[in-house]
């Protein structure tokens, strides 16, 4: 099993930044990819960035330019930089891991971008 801890959430002006973060412990070996999705009010849930072992990387098309997730493997730790917030990015982010042996959840953190 894979536990995941999230933080970084909160309130932030439009245009402001915010940066969240998801440590992994236990079965680690066996995650692949990492990363997020998000959760507005009313809406389902959907990608927002993830990152592979390799580094690859794959952002939803309202993010790009604007976010950047990155990984730091030696502490299995994923980190999702949030540029040039906007109100429509307000939500519940969830970080998760996949890999061939495990599908973990966070337990997730509130983004909300308002004036």
């Known amino acids: 099993q894979v536990q995941l801890v999230e933080s970084g959430g909160g309130l932030v002006h439009p245009g402001g930044s915010l940066r969240l973060s998801c440590a992994a412990s236990?079965?680690?070996?066996?995650?692949?990819?990492m990363g997020w999705y998000r959760q507005a009010p009313g809406k389902e849930r959907e990608l927002v960035a993830a990152?592979?072992?390799?580094?690859?990387?794959n952002y939803a098309d309202s993010v790009k330019g604007r976010f950047t997730i990155s990984r730091d493997n030696a502490n299995n730790t994923a980190y999702l930089q949030m540029n040039s917030l906007k109100p429509e990015d307000t939500a519940v982010y969830y970080c998760?891991?996949?890999?061939?042996?495990?599908?973990?959840w966070g337990q997730g953190t509130h983004v909300t971008v308002s004036s």
């Open positions: 998760y891991v996949h890999g061939p042996l495990v599908n973990a």
């Open positions: 236990g079965s680690i070996f066996s995650i692949n990819t």
């Open positions: 990152i592979a072992i390799s580094g690859n990387t």
